[in-house]
């Protein structure tokens, strides 16, 4: 980095090149790192509030939007304090603020949700608005110290411009297909905190001015220990979630899977018969009514967690093939790791998103497609659509069946517009769950939950699924013809052009479980 100098000689007249004494690298370094960092802590930021806010559109919109609010407000306050003020004190400050800013973030963050949840939208902006408006503000500094002469106005702030432009794209790709995939978030964010502190002292090394970096450096220290300590730390962080395997204190072979402090998928290592959860005793109900006991069948699951259902298909159906689509190497490693997934199980998982896992299928090639990617605080929607569905009825055979595992709370709207997705594709769908949560106890209110939703082009039997609820000890219902559409009301299908279903989702309170 070239050195900046004092320089007492009086303003040049109009034309007059300038020495203000930052070289042209150095400038471009410094717009180049600054709009990468503002860009990193944008996507890590989603990532930090998913667990809470859950992967949605709002939560998105949100993230980005303060993050442009910040870019907007640093730029116009950068450039009129450079104006007013020798930009060469402000770029010290800027860098080193806005690096315990951020080594900071995941220790107050993950400590706000826990502690004082109603306090974390606003804690969010501030750790993502203040770091982001300071980072923002270096290029029109920079920009102000690289104006040497008014001939090369258009030049200095053009050149200067697309140098934070491409900063800003390595930061994003970076982020997103390097640092995610290799490194906790809170490394990330520690990592970068320290190296803004860095660039500060440089800085401040160079022009001799600010000497506030020893006390900032103490601030990044001390983010880092709280980093360490603060609720919400995790096993493993994947690319999209915060995982930990919680063992049973009541079952000593009983594994819980932790995803973004719900709980996922519980795992019996030495009983797959043994489910845990309701929604997954409901759904082997359905599957055991719908198919002869013990035929092997040809199943493909969307989404994997845990593969208690793979196992237990594998385990009362020999012979059964389950494919399973899972989008998250990180949780597909937990499995064979911690939850005892071994090869040749007759369980083949497959790193891929589930919609186009589906695209790779022949048609009618499967008996059961099982749909369990939805979560308590977002669903990946382009798998709840009539497109998807119509996918899903192309690779089952004609006795065929969907089975999925749906989670709504408040007035159900996802729910109900799921069932009338499923309605519009398939000739049978049926509806299970808590009798208040589907309508067959107006007098009771409805909790929300977990529901399952059943549809093939085959009538099934709903007395035999009760039957079969009843016999698992549920507490379930099941609500088909009249007792659905009046359930249903008029909820509107859900498409690929319209799928509002983060709007339409009530996610869970925070602490719940499935």
């Known amino acids: 980095m070239s050195s900046v100098t004092e320089s007492s000689s009086p303003p040049a007249a109009e034309g007059t090149p300038r020495d203000r004494g930052l070289g042209a690298r150095a400038a471009a370094v410094l717009v180049f790192g600054a709009s990468a960092a503002v860009l990193v802590v944008e996507i890590v930021a989603l990532r930090l509030l998913a667990p809470y806010l859950g992967l949605t559109l709002e939560t998105s919109t949100l993230v980005i939007g303060i993050a442009l609010t910040a870019i907007a407000l640093g730029s116009w306050l950068g450039g009129r304090i450079a104006d007013r003020i020798d930009p060469r004190r402000l770029l010290g400050p800027a860098l080193g603020v806005s690096g315990a800013v951020v080594a900071l973030t995941p220790a107050v963050l993950r400590t706000t949700a826990e502690w004082a949840p109603p306090l974390l939208l606003s804690i969010a902006s501030l750790t993502i608005l203040v770091p982001g408006a300071l980072l923002s503000a270096v290029t029109p500094i920079v920009t102000k110290l690289r104006l040497t002469s008014l001939a090369e106005t258009g030049t200095v702030v053009g050149r200067l411009s697309g140098v934070g432009t491409v900063g800003a794209i390595v930061g994003t790709v970076l982020t997103g297909f390097v640092l995610v995939s290799r490194l906790p978030v809170s490394g990330i964010l520690i990592g970068l905190g320290t190296l803004l502190v860095a660039g500060s002292a440089l800085v401040e090394w160079r022009t001799r001015g600010w000497s506030g970096v020893p006390a900032l450096a103490l601030v990044v220290v001390a983010g880092g220990l709280a980093a360490t300590v603060a609720p919400g730390d995790c096993d493993a962080e994947t690319r999209y979630h915060c995982a930990r395997v919680v063992a049973d204190p009541d079952r000593d072979s009983g594994r819980t899977l932790v995803l973004d402090g719900l709980r996922h998928s519980y795992v019996d290592l030495e009983d797959p018969t043994f489910l845990e959860f309701t929604y997954v005793r409901a759904i082997a109900s359905v599957v055991d009514t719908a198919f002869p006991e013990g035929e092997p069948l040809a199943a493909h699951h969307l989404g994997g967690g845990g593969l208690t259902l793979p196992r237990y298909l594998a385990a009362t159906r020999p012979g059964t093939r389950s494919v399973v689509s899972e989008i998250d190497s990180g949780v597909v490693r937990i499995d064979r790791d911690q939850l005892g997934l071994r090869p040749g199980a007759g369980v083949d998982v497959r790193v891929e998103d589930g919609r186009l896992g589906l695209r790779r299928l022949d048609g009618g090639s499967r008996d059961l497609v099982v749909g369990d990617a939805f979560g308590g ?138």
């Not at 939950?449 to 099934?460: E, F, K, Q, T, Y």
């Not at 009249?482 to 319209?498: F, K, N, Q, V």
């Open 377 to 514: 605080v977002s669903v990946p929607w382009h798998l709840t659509t009539v497109e998807a569905m119509t996918d899903v009825r192309r690779v089952l055979n004609e006795d065929g069946l969907y089975v999925a595992n749906l989670i709504d709370h408040g007035e159900l709207a996802f729910a109900r517009a799921e069932a009338a997705t499923l309605d519009e594709v398939f000739e049978h769908v049926a509806l299970l769950g808590e009798p208040a949560d589907i309508g067959l106890d107006p007098a009771a209110a409805s909790r929300g939950g977990n529901m399952v939703v059943l549809a093939s082009d085959r009538p099934v039997d709903p007395r035999a699924i009760q039957e079969a609820l009843d016999a698992r000890r549920t507490g379930w219902r099941i609500a088909t013809g009249d007792d659905l559409t009046s359930w249903i009301g008029d909820a509107r299908p859900l498409t690929d052009d319209y799928a509002p279903v983060d709007q339409l989702l009530q996610p869970y309170a925070p602490g719940g479980g499935r």
